[in-house]
Structures are given as C-alpha cells and as structure tokens.
C-alpha cells in the first residue's frame, strides 16, 4: 500500500471532551491582623498528574480555597501530603503546576517525583505495586517478564497479554500552619482533605474510542488528540504511536501513561510548531513478535488510519508512525510492507529481519537505540548495512543517554547538518535510565528518546 493506495474506510465514533476545570470565585472578606484565625475555608483537594520518560507520575495536589489566598510565607511546611514528601508551595489563579504564581484560590503543592508513590503506572501487576490494581480483565497468556542480563532470549509470544494497570491518583493533605487570605485575613489550620478530581494537563486532552475493524472484526481501541481549533478546511499530519509489549491488555489510556511516546507530539510546543492529530492504539495482545509474522491487528492499525482520515480533514501526503519495540517493529513492518505510506517514522528500540530492509532505503527515518541493547543494536546494524548496500544516505551518530537538553540539541543540529533522510543514534551502553544491563538497556531506551525535541521536530517537518 502506498499513499495513493490508502482506501478510505468506516469513520469512528464521535470525540469526547475529557478536560473540564471551572471555579466560582468569591468575594474576600477583609479582617484586621490581629483577629481571631478563620478555619474551614478549604473547598476541595485535586490530584494533578503528568508523564514522564518513566510513565505517569501524581506529582502535586492543588488545594481549592473558597476566597484568594496570598502566595506570601507559603513554605514547603505548611502543608503535608500523606506517605510523599513536599518540595514547593505557592498559590495560583488556576490548578496548574506553573513558575509564575499568583495569587489565587489555588495552593499548589508539589511533590518529589522519586518519592515511591510517585509513579501511576505499573507495567508488572504481578509484582508488588504502589496500590491496588485498576486494570480491566482481558484474555490471553500473561507475557512473561523479561529477563534483567539476557535480552536476546525469545520475546513475548505473539497474541499473550500483560494487563499492566493505572494506579488512581490520589492523595490526603493537610494545612499544618496558617495562610493569608489575599485580603489579610488569617486562616486557621484545616485538614485533612482527599484529593477528589484529577487533572492531567496533556493526557485529558485525548479522548478514548473504540474502531471496530469491519474486515476482520477485530475491536481495538485507542486514544485520539484533535489540534486545538481543529479546521475541517485544513488539512492536518497525523502521529501514530504503537506501544511496546509491556502495555498490551492495558486499560485505554496505558499507551498515554506509560512514557512520553504519545503525548509528547500533544505537548502545548509541539503543537505549536505542527498542529496534528495524534493516534495511539491500545491493543489486547502481542502484534508481531520474533517471527516477524503480525497478527490482524497489524492491518487493522492501518484500517484506523483509513478510518480516520475519512472522518477528518488529514493530509494522507503526511502521515508519521512512531513505535518502541514491539512498536518499533510494526513501524519497520509497516514501511517495508507499504513503502511510501508514512512521510517519515520514528524507529526506538526495535529491528525487522535485515534482508527483508531494502524498501527502507527510500524511507525517511530516525532510528534511535542503545548500544547495550543486545537485540535492538545488532539488528538495526544489520538493518542500516542492507539500506546503504540499496542506495540509502545514512548518517550515524552515538550520544550519552544522559546529556542535557542543550548537548541534545547540538547533537541533533549536528546529524541534521548532513542532510540525509536517514539518522542513526545509538546511546552509549550504561547511561539509559535504570540501566542494570539487560532488558533495561532495551527499556530505558524510550525514556530518553521521546525526550528530545529536535528529533520530534525533524519527524514532523517532514
């Protein structure tokens, strides 16, 4: 299948709008310094989440007043959060973590993300979580948990199942010491409150739908982002993200929590460089394992593609694929099988058997993988060797997976400076997150690829 090949197919249902955030405001009662301190003036306490490289994290609650409260002598003491430890304190207009307080009914109390209670998502149910689980039931065989020295046994059997699960965020806060009132007034300790909403800034801006596949009744759901101000009179690129193997049998959302691999094409900066729709399959079981032989839901991911591309104005000349391991290779899969469908594909963490890569040679590709990984590495060594054999620019790089921001972006200026429609990054064995050799080279692989910005943007400008 190419681009002029790509069929219009059924639509899917309609968008529903996750995020809704209202506050009545009241006026403040004014009261002289030395009268007697105010208590009960707490409304309501909102968990707010947001994704890392390492999955999602309740990283600050947002205490609701009834009346503006002054950011003045807030101190990480004056309130507390059960089991987690406090790191800043300040008052906002709004319930959003931000490096501009004001005042306003919020305080905003944020929260250390290495605290073990940090982390929402839980990819081994099996082992002991952070809380009970909240995963719905599925089918078919557990995936068995990789082993942490020997990456290149067998992966996950083709059609098995994970059933990671989403913890719920929540949490119990206390005022511990007096506030200000925006107008004076002193109010009293108060507390303590649950957290009674939850408020992701990017994540609740996708909606949760479900494509029923007419030609082979397959039934796969996924999470949709429509641009902000989306223009049926525009045309738009789409992102489409495949998850690993860790999240099938997840709930919905798992492919939006699990790290940055779908929401960061979402971000408020990505956006505004690239308005585009973002699509992130969930599915119920392994896809394509190491005999290279895809299940249904491999034509049924393109299927959504046809089906969305109906109901939307999306331009068919800009479509990108992204994946991580399994992924990755349904990505590989995918360009190799429909060579010209996608503009250009984000490659982390995954190979396709090498003497099947020809195709790849007339594809635009960013491929990133560490160097420990003893499958991924060999294999898209192998992969590159067969491109330029066919007539492929390639250009290679190898980075520290713990650069900054900064060395990133001069790395990516660097690569982009050969103007090739082929880039190769391999991060240095050892300095990807929770690297314990192994499996984690593989896995921690994602956490730092999604994380640059020039490299997103190189995909999207294609």
Known sequence: ???????????????????????????????????????????????????????????????????????????????????????????????????????????????????????????????????PSSAAAGTGTS????????????????????????????????????????????????GPVTTSGTIDPIVDKFAQRTFNDQSNRNILPYNLYVPEGYDHNKSYPVMLFMHDASVVGAPVKGPLVQGLGAVCWASPEDQKRQPCFVVAPTYPS???????????????????????????????????????????????????????????????????????????ARAKLWITVSQGDTKAYPGENAILGVVEQNGGRVTTATWDGRWTQPQFAAGVSEVESKNTPINYTSLLPGTVPATGGGASEHMGTWKVAYGIPGIRRWIMGS
């Open 1 to 131: 299948m190419n681009r002029r090949q790509f069929i219009y197919g059924g639509a899917g249902l309609g968008v529903t709008a996750l995020l809704g955030s209202a506050c009545a405001s009241t006026k403040s009662g004014s009261a002289s310094s030395s009268a007697p301190a105010a208590a009960g003036h707490i409304v309501r306490a909102i968990a707010l989440t947001e994704v890392f490289g390492e999955g999602q994290k309740l990283n600050a609650v947002a205490v609701e007043f009834d009346g503006p409260i002054s950011g003045s002598g807030l101190t990480a003491s004056t309130f507390s959060v059960a089991d987690r430890r406090v790191t800043r304190v300040y008052a906002n207009a709004n319930p959003a973590v931000t490096s501009a307080p004001t005042n306003g009914r919020f305080a905003i109390i944020e929260l250390d993300g290495t605290d073990p209670k940090a982390l929402l998502w839980n990819s081994n149910p099996g082992s002991t979580g952070p809380g």
């Open 143 to 190: 995936v068995p948990a990789a082993p942490a020295t020997t990456p290149s046994v067998a992966g996950p059997p083709l059609g098995s199942t994970n059933h990671p699960v989403i913890e719920t965020a929540k949490a119990t806060v206390t005022q511990r010491t007096e506030i200000r009132s925006a107008g004076g007034q002193r109010w009293a300790p108060d």
């Open 286 to 360: 392994v896809v394509v394992s190491d005999d290279y032989q895809p299940t249904t839901y491999f034509d049924t991911t393109l299927n959504l593609l046809d089906a969305l591309a109906h109901e939307y104005s999306i331009d068919r000349s800009r479509l990108h694929a992204t994946g991580q391991s399994m992924g990755a290779m349904m990505t590989l899969g995918m360009d190799i099988r429909h060579p010209g469908l996608f503009a250009s594909s984000y490659v982390v963490a995954g190979q396709w058997p090498s003497e099947q890569a020809a195709p790849l």
